[in-house]
């Protein structure tokens, strides 16, 4: 009897430690961050191609409240800088700005951080004899990492970024479209 009860209170300890674990998992995912990553990334490139008024007025606004509510300085001062030329047209650089920024604040609730990252140097620096390594070590990264994904539609696009070598026109286009295939 004293060797039942000793592995039912053994079993119970055990039992009762696992629950708590779970409990701890389920309050720490639920208390996670409260970023919308994804949404911020694919929304400020849909904003970079509307051409309506009202569709840019609700992009901002959407983009208004994701970024307000992700509580982050770092994004929010990002934001209010490309605010500032979204009354006109914001150039190219001021969404990558706006991506890179996101995806190196909240790197840890997207996976494809690393390679966003990689991307996103290799369209600032293609071209600029200044950061010639940077740029040539985010390109051979972002192969290399862009082949592991085993996506298609990603490795076409990428391939299409690489044919163009920087000299077509729609080579700014070829990136956008890329960072919204790796998101989605």
């Not at 509510?69 to 209010?80: G, I, P, R």
Request: with cysteine; aromatic share 6%; net charge negative.
């Amino acid at each position: 009897m004293t060797v039942s009860r000793g592995v039912a209170s053994i079993l119970l300890s055990v039992l009762g430690v696992a629950i708590l674990l779970g409990v701890i998992f389920l309050v720490a995912s639920l208390l996670g961050s409260n970023a919308p990553v994804k949404p911020i990334i694919i929304d400020s490139i849909e904003l970079r191609k509307a051409q309506d008024p009202v569709q840019k007025a609700r992009l901002i606004s959407e983009l208004d409240d994701l970024i307000t509510q992700s509580k982050n300085n770092d994004l929010k001062e990002q934001w209010d800088r490309m605010t500032q030329c979204l009354g006109t047209s914001c150039p190219d650089e001021a969404y990558l700005d706006l991506v890179l920024v996101t995806v190196s604040v909240y790197e840890k609730e997207l996976p494809e951080s690393p390679l966003l990252i990689n991307i996103i140097a290799v369209a600032k620096y293609w071209g600029d004899q200044d950061h010639l390594l940077d740029f040539s070590k985010a390109l051979a990264a972002a192969s290399d990492q862009i082949d592991l994904l085993k996506n298609k539609n990603v490795r076409k696009t990428w391939e299409q970024v690489v044919s163009c070598n920087n000299t077509c026109p729609e080579k700014n286009d070829l990136f956008f479209e890329l960072i919204l295939a790796i998101v989605q």
